[in-house]
């Protein structure tokens, strides 16, 4: 499930061009953390997720994989 939603917030960042230096200071995550984060090299948070959702403008469960 965390690399689905990794993926969709790769996916997002890339389609509306987003800097990831901009992410990590709206979100208030280390650019060294949140690079990890992104690229799995360290496991997403639930603390980290809210705050890239929050600095998206995007609500909680917009990344979360919908179950078919």
């Given at each position: ?45 639930v603390k980290d997720?809210?705050?890239?959702c929050k600095a998206l403008n995007e ?10």
């Amino acid at each position: 499930m965390g690399e689905k939603v990794i993926k969709n917030i790769n996916d997002y960042i890339s389609a509306n061009n987003i800097s990831l230096t901009k992410l990590a200071e709206a979100s208030g995550i280390l650019y060294n953390t949140l690079w990890k984060i992104l690229n799995r090299n360290k496991d997403i948070t639930v603390k980290d997720y809210i705050a890239i959702c929050k600095a998206l403008n995007e609500p909680v469960e917009y990344f979360i994989p919908k179950e078919k």
